[in-house]
């Protein structure tokens, strides 16, 4: 399981799935640079690995508010 903790994410968390065995699913919203009127984007989801000593993060889509 990956905690809260652990990641180090640059953006707005909306929710938290850690009951996903060895993943976990995040819903957060994401700035997209200096500049931008519009920011932060999304929501979007991600799901979260554990991969050796490093966390690999793989986009899962845009996700309903």
Request: charged share 25%; net charge negative.
């Amino acid at each position: 399981m990956i905690t809260e903790n652990e990641l180090d994410i640059d953006g707005e968390v909306i929710d938290v799935d850690t009951d996903r065995g060895n993943s976990t699913q995040m819903k957060m919203m994401v700035p997209c640079g200096n500049g931008c009127s519009r920011c932060p984007h999304g929501p979007y989801e991600y799901q979260v690995q554990r991969d050796g000593g490093s966390l690999n993060w793989v986009y899962a889509g845009r996700s309903t508010p």
